[in-house]
């Protein structure tokens, strides 16, 4: 009698547009080689669903549409249109190289907010999974401008790793998880390891601050956090600029803040 295959557990994994660039402005490509062998590493024991940004920073190495009206959410708009296929042709190059297949699917909020649309989320999203393929979500930019206006995708991430009831959301950024403000500001950054109150964690998030290309900054993570510590899913707050940033975190070799 063949062995019962063991289930795997599902991780879902937010990479920013930071970790993408390793805070460049060009995509790169060792960090998707990065993520990729360590997906390779863990298949037997996970699958993985990925969260991508990056689409609007891809577009600025093919063109320059927004010189005159950079901040037109329109432009915004347009410029995500330009680069989204060029971010997953990157993906599907840089791990089909690593014997991943990768595919594409544009989610937006509107459509956690219907059944139908759920149901169909979860069903494609399964049967890819189910046949190998990593989905690479992003928000679909030309019909909802919440991301690229307000946040980043940690709210789309947080909301899909919900209705997917994954094992694991997996947060990347460009610290190691959240910092306490005093040290943060003082230049001594300390991780809060384990958070298990809300408001507390609140007040050390420093809203003016974000990165390079970030948008949402600590408080979309925190927001996320929230969705998803809701729905019972475990959250890591990670260093995405890290080489092997996942297989450390796992192996608790890094710091990180973690919401169980
Ligand atoms: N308490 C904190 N701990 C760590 N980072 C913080 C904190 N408060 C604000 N930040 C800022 O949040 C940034 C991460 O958010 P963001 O720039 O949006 O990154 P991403 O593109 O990965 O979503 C950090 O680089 C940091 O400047
Ligand atoms: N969806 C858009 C914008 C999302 C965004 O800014 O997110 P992030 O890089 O996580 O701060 C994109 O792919 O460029």
Redesign the pocket.
């Known amino acids: 009698m063949s062995k019962p295959e063991k289930k795997k557990k599902r991780i879902l994994l937010k990479i ?4 993408l660039t390793k805070e460049s402005d060009q995509i790169s490509r060792g960090k998707l080689e990065d993520i990729g062998r360590q997906i390779a590493a863990l298949q037997d024991d996970y699958e993985f669903v990925i969260v991508s ?1 990056g689409a609007k920073v891809v577009a600025k190495q093919f063109v320059n549409l927004e010189s005159t009206y950079s901040e037109d959410i329109n432009v915004k708009q347009a410029l995500t249109s330009i680069g989204q296929p060029h971010l997953i042709r990157i993906f599907q190059e840089s791990f089909r190289e690593l014997g991943l297949l990768a595919s594409q699917c544009l989610l937006s909020y509107s459509d956690f907010e219907k059944d139908v649309s759920k149901e169909n989320i979860v069903n494609t999203i399964n049967i890819l999974v189910d046949n190998g393929y990593i989905p690479i979500i992003n928000e679909n930019d030309t019909v909802a401008t919440d991301e690229i206006q307000f946040g ?1 995708n ?1 709210k789309l991430a947080a909301l899909t790793a919900a209705l997917l009831k994954v094992d694991l959301l997996i947060i ?4 190691n ?5 005093e040290s ?1 500001a003082e230049g001594s ?1 300390e991780t809060i390891e384990e958070v298990d109150n809300f408001s507390d964690l609140k007040k ?4 003016d ?3 390079s ?6 408080s ?2 925190v927001i996320a956090l929230e969705i998803a510590n809701k729905a019972n899913i475990e959250t890591w707050i990670v260093n ?1 600029l890290e080489d092997n940033f996942i297989l450390n975190t796992i192996n608790d070799n890094t710091p990180y803040t973690k919401i169980e």
Do not use: L, Q
């Open positions: 920013g547009s930071n970790t940004s980043d940690d990347a950024t460009n610290t998880g959240i910092y306490t403000k943060f950054p050390e998030v420093m809203d601050t974000k990165s290309h970030g948008t949402g900054g600590m979309s993570k995405g």
